[in-house]
């Protein structure tokens, strides 16, 4: 199976940046994708980025050119860089993969366990 191990979340007032790292480790033969989304109270999950194998990245409209994907494939690590971050950037953060495993003819899913950010006014 595959572990994904989410960390950097924290507080940081508006105007401020953080950076999320996301390390997926198991029986991994390949990767699809990695992927942020997030959830605020009461909202539903939404997609943040996502990078895609072979470099091509998605964004919401809302973070674009605030936040930033990346992805060290020798690692099987996924970053999100995120500046100007305003108070609606709050939520918890989710890291998202889809992996193919060793052995396996098809890709699986996976979440991590969240990380909290918030961002004060």
């Known amino acids: 199976q595959v572990q994904l191990v989410e960390s950097g979340g924290g507080l940081v007032q508006a105007g401020g940046s953080l950076r999320l790292s996301c390390a997926a480790s198991?029986?991994?033969?390949?990767?699809?994708?990695m992927g942020w989304y997030r959830q605020a109270p009461g909202k539903q999950r939404e997609l943040v980025a996502r990078?895609?194998?072979?470099?091509?990245?998605n964004y919401a409209d809302s973070v674009k050119g605030r936040f930033t994907i990346s992805r060290d494939n020798a690692k099987n690590t996924v970053y999100l860089q995120m500046n100007s971050l305003k108070p609606e950037d709050t939520a918890v953060y989710y890291c998202?993969?889809?992996?193919?495993?060793?052995?396996?003819?098809?890709?699986?899913?996976?979440w991590g366990q969240g990380t909290q950010v918030t961002v004060s006014s």
């Open positions: 990078i895609i194998s072979g470099g091509r990245t």
């Open positions: 998202y993969t889809e992996v193919v495993l060793e052995g396996s003819p098809r890709s699986f899913a996976y």
């Open positions: 198991g029986s991994i033969f390949s990767i699809n994708l």
